[in-house]
Structure formats: C-alpha cells, structure tokens
T-cell receptor
Framework: GENVEQHPSTLSVQEGDSAVIKCTYS??????FPWYKQELGKGPQLIID?????GEKKDQRIAVTLNKTAKHFSLHITETQPEDSAVYFC???????????FGQGTRLTINP | EAQVTQNPRYLITVTGKKLTVTCSQN?????MSWYRQDPGLGLRQIYY???????DKGDVPEGYKVSRKEKRNFPLILESPSPNQTSLYFC?????????????FGNGTRLTVT
C-alpha cells in the first residue's frame, strides 16, 4: 500500500523567511496530493492541493510542487508570519482508494 | 455554517466500558470517515462510508465499529475500549468519494482509556 514520508518533523524559521516541507510517496499510481494545516485544538484544514497532471500550484504565499518521477512533493511558504505556526500534514490519495494516506506531520514554528 | 461536529471533545473512560463518539455534518456530504491521530504516526483511517448503509474498513479498524443510518451522522463505537485506543480521533466528510474534493475535519475527540 501507499506510504508517505514527511520531513522535517520540526522546523523553526524567522518571521519573513521561507519554509519548505518535503514528502515522498511510494505508490506511483497516487494522483492527488493535499496539504493540511492543523492549529492547536482544531482539526486539519486543507490549505492547498495538487493533482498528478500538474507540476506546480501557487496560492498567494503558499506553493506546492510535485515531481512524479521522483515521487516527491513539497510545500513552500514564503514571507512567513506568526500565524503560519502550526502542524502541517502532507497526504496522498492512491488511485481508486477511499482514504488519504498522511505523512507524520511537521511542526512549524515562526520566530518573531 | 458548514461544519463537522464531534462530541464529546474530551472523554476519559475505563477499559471495557462501551462508548460512542458522535459525528454529524451539515453539508450533505456523501463520504464520511474516521481517523485517529497518534504522535509520530500522522493520521490513520479507521473506517469510512461512501453513503448511507455503506461502510468499509480503513487501515486500523480493529476494536472499532461504525454505522451510517443517516447521511449526516457517522458515529464511532468502541465496544470494549482498551488503553491502546487512547488517541485523538477525527471525523471527516467530503462531497465526493473519490477524495478529489476537500476533506472537512471536525475538531477532534481526545479519548483516554485507563
């Protein structure tokens, strides 16, 4: 089955700098890759997603890139702000599957 | 407001005492699912439901039951809880079962089994 590895597990950056979180997946048939942000005491919330027929997608300060050949995808946050501090999860949806397979999560801390 | 509502938010119980965690969504979503979140393991799917009266096992179904008698409700049942079921549980729903539409999560239920 699908396996998603996420790195790093913790990340601390200065406010205004960029943050990058990387994930690799094992099932080449996976075709949908969402990213979720989880704030303290809340459930994960979708922040951006990318499908297997697209290499890059951007939404304001957030971007996701996908390399199907290498089977990895990354989340890029530019001009980080204190409210970006949270736990971020990548996920993959194997083709035909009815579930998200999540990475282990990255705790991002933005230092003022 | 569109949302997924779980109850209770916190629950402490003892081994073997049956419990139910409720989940309700007001978005008319067909797909609903339960996940558990454990440190270092991310979120793992317990059960899911594609529609009313249609449920199926996820990756970690042992010790859990679900039912889907109505479209909006998807309760999680622990018939005989054990300490290894201590975890943070999330209910989620999605418009479509193919999961290429966003998955909406509730705010979680933190369960402690002693």
């Amino acid at each position: 089955g699908e396996n998603v590895e996420q790195h790093p597990s913790t990340l601390s950056v200065q406010e205004g700098d960029s943050a990058v979180i990387k994930c690799t997946y094992s099932d080449s048939a996976s075709n949908y890759f969402p990213w979720y942000k989880q704030e303290l005491g809340k459930g994960p919330q979708l922040i951006i997603d990318i499908r297997s027929n697209v290499g890059e997608k951007k939404d304001q300060r957030i971007a996701v890139t996908l390399n199907k050949t290498a089977k990895h995808f990354s989340l890029h946050i530019t001009e980080t702000q204190p409210e970006d501090s949270a736990v971020y999860f990548c996920a993959a949806v194997p083709q035909g599957a009815q579930k998200l397979v999540f990475g282990q999560g990255t705790r991002l801390t933005i230092n003022p | 407001e569109a949302q997924v509502t779980q109850n209770p938010r916190y629950l402490i119980t003892v081994t073997g005492k049956k419990l139910t965690v409720t989940c309700s969504q007001n978005m008319n979503h067909e797909y609903m699912s339960w996940y558990r979140q454990d440190p270092g393991l991310g979120l793992r799917q317990i059960y899911y439901s594609m529609n009313v009266e249609v449920t199926d096992k996820g990756d970690v179904p042992e010790g859990y039951k679900v039912s889907r008698k109505e479209k909006r409700n998807f309760p999680l049942i622990l018939e005989s809880p054990s300490p290894n079921q201590t975890s943070l549980y999330f209910c989620a729903s999605s418009l479509a079962g193919q999961l290429n539409s966003p998955l909406h999560f509730g705010n979680g239920t933190r369960l402690t089994v002693t």
